[in-house]
T-cell receptor, first 111, second 108 residues
């Protein structure tokens, strides 16, 4: 049990729709990061939030956006869904510079 | 970004055997973690080991940061050890770069 929870666990959306994924960080952690994991691949960094500000972004288009709230929970929003967005989305929380802990993931299927 | 290579990509072992998984990385790092991904997708923390050696039961890990590699040792493997093992390295920004993983299958 990592203390990092994600919702929902599974989701099916239609191409062109928008989706919001949620992550509740572990108590005491001020940094949250999001990753996309395609089938058979390692997770790819999407972006990171530190104290409610975006603090680094990977090679993902602007239709991937996020928020971090004062309680350090976080959202990942994806607009104009494409079939290639189908993946496992993972959230990680940490105290900056220390061990990171991952949630159980949200499996998104775009049809 | 930092390149991470894991080897071997696939490993099949008889229960009770030992194994060594390797992670090479292309640049200096501030963070290195080993994870076991369960069949439901969750990444389970095994070791936080930017340098040095740690042991936890049948598992141990060593990171030689100056030579840019880390090793994960699994002794007396069990069927429950099956799954994908990831090495993830982090730079100063806490962004993780993952390898493509080692898929381990332990046969009874």
């Amino acid at each position: 049990e990592t203390g990092v929870t994600q919702s929902p666990t599974h989701l099916i959306k239609t191409r062109g729709q928008q989706v919001t994924l949620r992550c509740s960080s572990q108590s005491g952690h001020n940094t949250v990061s999001w990753y996309q994991q395609a089938l058979g691949q390692g997770p790819q960094f999407i972006f990171q939030y530190y104290r409610e500000e975006e603090n680094g972004r990977g090679n993902f288009p602007p239709r991937f956006s996020g928020l971090q709230f004062p309680n350090y929970s976080s959202e990942l929003n994806v607009n104009a869904l494409e079939l290639d967005d189908s993946a496992l989305y993972l959230c990680a929380s940490s105290q900056t510079g220390y061990e990171a802990f991952f949630g159980q993931g949200t499996r998104l299927t775009v049809v | 970004g930092i390149q991470v290579e894991q080897s071997p990509p696939d490993l099949i072992l008889q229960e009770g055997a030992n194994s060594t998984l390797r992670c090479n990385f292309s640049d200096s790092v501030n963070n290195l973690q080993w994870f076991h991904q369960n069949p439901w997708g969750q990444l389970i923390n095994l070791f936080y080991i930017p340098s040095g050696t740690k042991q936890n039961g049948r598992l141990s890990a060593t990171t030689v940061a100056t030579e840019r590699y880390s090793l994960l040792y699994i002794s007396s493997s069990q069927t429950t050890d099956s799954g994908v093992y990831f090495c993830a390295v982090g730079d100063t920004g806490n962004q993780f770069y993952f390898g493509t993983g080692t898929s381990l299958t332990v046969i009874p």
